[in-house]
C-alpha cells in the first residue's frame, strides 16, 4: 500500500515528532534515535494516518490502544538498554514498543494476551525488518524457559508488580511498569539489586490500558 510507504512526508514529521520529545525534557540520544526510525505510521490504522506522529494514544484494535511516543520514550529511557541485552515486553500491541526496542539493540521477548495482536503483530514486524521472539500468553507468568532478563517493560496497567516477573530479573535488571488498580497508573521502576533486594522509584502518573488477568 503506496500510503504505508516511508516517504519524506512521514520522516519529516517523524523529526518533528523527535523535536517535540526534546521540548517535553527528553535527551536520551539513542532513544530519540530510535524514535527517529521506527515508521509509527505503519502500525496504525489507516483512519489515523495523518495523525500517526502527534503524540497521542490510538486505538489498535481489541480494545486496545499503541501508548503515547512521550510514554514509549520514557519507558525506553528508564530501561537504560545496552546492546544486545535480553528484554521480556509485556503487551506486544501492533509492536511499535518491540520495534522501537530493537532499534535499540536488544533482544526482545514479547508476549501478548490477545491471541489477534499476536497473531497480527508477529506477522507484521518481520515484514518492516524488525525481528522479536513473540508468545501467546500471559504476561503475569513472564517467560521462566527463558529468564533471566536484563531488563522488562510491562505496557499494560497492572495492579502489583508481578512476582514471576520479579524472579526473572537477573540482579542489576530493571522492571519498569505502570502500577494502579484505576485508570490510572504510577510508572514503577524497580531495581533488583541483590537477589531478595528490590529498589523502587515512582515516576508520574499515565494512563495505560489494565493488564488482563486470565481471561478465557
Ligand atoms: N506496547 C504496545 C501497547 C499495547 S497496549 C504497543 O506499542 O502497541 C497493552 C497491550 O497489553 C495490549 O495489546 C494487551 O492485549 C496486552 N496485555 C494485556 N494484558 C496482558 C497480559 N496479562 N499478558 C500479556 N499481554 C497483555
Request: charged share 25%; net charge positive; hydrophobic share 40%.
Amino acid at each position: 500500500m503506496m500510503d504505508r510507504a516511508d516517504t519524506f512526508l512521514h520522516k519529516g514529521k517523524r523529526k518533528k515528532l523527535v523535536e517535540l520529545l526534546r521540548q517535553k525534557g527528553f535527551t536520551n540520544e539513542k532513544v530519540l534515535a530510535a524514535i527517529e526510525k521506527v515508521p509509527r505510521h505503519a502500525f496504525l490504522d489507516s483512519a489515523f494516518l495523518n495523525f500517526a506522529y502527534d503524540d497521542e494514544a490510538f486505538p489498535i484494535g481489541e480494545g486496545q490502544t499503541i501508548s503515547h511516543p512521550s510514554t514509549v520514550a520514557m519507558q525506553t529511557d528508564i530501561l537504560q538498554i545496552k546492546k544486545g541485552e535480553k528484554v521480556l515486553e509485556i503487551g506486544t500491541g501492533c509492536g511499535y514498543q518491540t520495534a522501537v526496542l530493537l532499534e535499540m539493540g536488544a533482544r526482545v521477548f514479547s508476549i501478548e494476551r490477545q491471541q489477534k495482536l499476536y497473531e497480527k503483530t508477529k506477522v507484521f514486524l518481520p515484514k518492516l525488518g524488525y525481528s522479536a521472539r513473540f508468545f501467546y500468553g500471559d504476561g503475569y507468568k513472564g517467560l521462566p524457559q527463558h529468564a533471566p532478563f536484563s531488563k522488562i517493560i510491562v505496557t499494560a496497567g497492572a495492579p502489583y508488580p508481578p512476582d514471576d516477573l520479579l524472579k526473572q530479573l537477573e540482579i542489576g535488571g530493571i522492571l519498569v511498569i505502570p502500577i494502579g488498580k484505576g485508570a490510572e497508573q504510577t510508572m514503577n521502576v524497580i531495581t533488583r539489586k541483590e537477589e531478595q533486594i528490590f529498589d523502587r522509584t515512582e515516576l508520574g502518573t499515565f494512563k495505560f490500558v489494565p493488564m488482563i488477568k486470565d481471561k478465557a
